[in-house]
């Protein structure tokens, strides 16, 4: 069935689709809603709706009906004059003037329950100290305009096939810029654009019950195959996605441990395929388990595989449904946070809320449920999903007995000499235990290098990991 035959057999939503469509809703929002199947082919008249009053990755180009969110107007594409922006040196931050509007804590969270988020309702109910200072709203994410063009053509083009397992047709940018359902969101985070070839060297930090913490010390890499300049869709590349590989430097005793990953795009046809080379063996073997609800590599058992950058891999042991859109307070643009000392950012239960930026910004709430035949530590998962950069910002995960369990704060923000979106880290709190884990902090590292064109495929194979570890 193609999409326009779904429409006509949907023909009684036609005065109400209209109405929507006329008060700036999404004819893609509506179908999430609704959780009709997903076909290729947005119809020309919502496309073209990515010119006008959405922007080329869908979102909503106006502002809210208060103010309080602006509208977009092409985000931060390059850097303000008179920051001080050095090229190789950590972003100086282009809002530092700003100041905060107000604090939400602990003691009137219940004035803004409808804009925070229930695992920041449950970090205040656990914490006296955790507050968020909320800014103004800045709409700073950019891209580069062959990703914006690519985005409306994914919309024409872009399918989710193998029962949704993998995505046909589509590059470069996130595959759906105007979603049917739930699963298209998650998959628009997955294959959001990153950039091509890049590395870096990161920082975790684990913080225990008592605020005892150590630094684990990580070198990794990557190509971003999706994202491939010279690719025209996604059947020309092989079935991988992305091809990565973290070393660990530090602390001492993991140091030498590596992992690679060559990361599929239809689940389906083949699964992940990963391999790690451990020091003191000195052997490559194959690492099936790095994925899925495993412990994450360098996590100190905080966090699992699928849950690093909100959420990566397979969707397959989930269900996906979409509860819709709203406005919450987001970390966002913490530019000032990176420009803090590790020392500075760690707090004893929490980070230093202090350094913390938070804003309010439109989201999609995602909900995954576990299938009945599928096993997974995580019986639910919320994600909340900013419009403008399709990227996770928070996670709520759930335990088999329906409790919370995890907490997750990612944010939004943009690398604006490039431009790209992306994030200023990753903390995931553990509420069962008292522990929290912090990850991809670049604070006392060198800058990402987005420009790592060095790296070629023959750098991501069992042979050439072997020898980077001894």
């Known amino acids: 069935m193609v999409f326009s035959d779904q429409l006509k057999s949907f023909s009684e939503l036609n005065c109400f689709i209209s109405g929507l469509i006329k008060t700036g809703i999404s004819l893609g929002l509506l179908m999430a809603t609704a959780t009709l199947p997903s076909a290729a082919g947005v119809p020309f008249e919502q496309i073209a709706r990515l010119q006008k009053d959405l922007t080329p990755l869908g979102s909503e180009r106006g502002g809210n009906a208060d103010g309080s969110i602006p509208a977009w107007t092409g985000g931060l594409s390059s850097p303000p004059a008179g920051i001080g922006y050095e090229k190789g040196k950590h972003l100086p931050d282009p809002f530092a003037a700003d100041k905060p509007l107000f604090r939400v804590s602990g003691g009137n969270a219940g004035d803004y329950d409808a804009f925070i988020t229930r695992g920041q309702k449950a970090l205040m109910e656990r914490h006296e100290t ?4 909320i800014y103004p709203s800045r709409r700073s994410c950019a891209h580069p305009e062959h990703v914006y063009k690519a985005a409306v053509r994914n919309a024409e083009v872009g ?4 029962d949704g397992n993998g995505v046909a047709n589509a590059i470069m940018a996130s595959p759906f810029p105007i979603p049917n359902n739930g699963l298209e969101i ?4 997955t294959l959001r654009y990153r950039g091509y070839k890049l590395q870096r060297e990161f920082t975790a930090i684990p913080v225990n019950q008592n605020g005892d913490y150590y630094e684990i010390t990580v070198h990794d890499d990557a190509i971003l195959r999706w994202s491939d300049p010279q690719k025209n869709n996604a059947e020309e590349l092989d079935n991988i996605s992305i091809l990565y590989l973290l070393q660990t430097k530090a602390p001492a005793r993991s140091a030498g441990y590596v992992v690679l990953v060559q990361e ?9 395929r990963a391999w790690t080379y451990s020091p003191g063996t000195r052997r490559v073997r194959r690492a099936p388990t790095i994925a899925y609800d495993n412990p994450g590599t360098n996590s100190d058992g905080i966090t699992t595989s699928d849950s690093f950058g909100g959420f990566n891999g397979a969707p397959d042991r989930f ?15 913490n530019f000032r946070r990176v420009l803090t000392p590790y020392s ?3 707090g004893k239960k929490h980070i230093n809320q202090n350094v913390m930026r938070y804003e309010k910004h439109r989201v ?17 998962r919320v994600f909340y999903i900013d419009e403008d950069t399709k990227g996770i910002v928070a996670t709520e995960i759930y335990d088999g007995r329906g409790d919370l369990w995890r907490v997750q704060e990612l944010g939004g923000g943009v690398q604006y000499e490039l431009p790209l979106c992306g994030n200023s880290g990753d903390t995931v709190y553990d509420l069962m235990v008292g522990r929290y884990l912090m990850l991809g902090l670049i604070n006392e590292e060198k800058p990402i290098n987005f420009d790592a064109n060095h790296l070629d495929a023959d750098r991501y194979t069992p042979s050439n990991i072997r020898r980077l570890g001894r």
């Open 319 to 333: 269900n996906w449904t979409v509860r819709g859109r709203s406005e919450k307070f987001i970390a966002y643009n």
């Open 264 to 272: 599929s795009l239809n689940m389906s046809v083949e699964a992940r």
């Open 364 to 380: 999609w709430e995602v909900e995954g449920n576990l299938k009945d035949n599928f096993r997974h530590v995580y019986a639910r």
């Open 186 to 189: 998650v998959w628009n985070h």
């Open 130 to 133: 955790y507050f968020m200072d």
């Open 159 to 162: 399918e989710l096939v193998s």
């Open 344 to 346: 500075e950012v760690v």
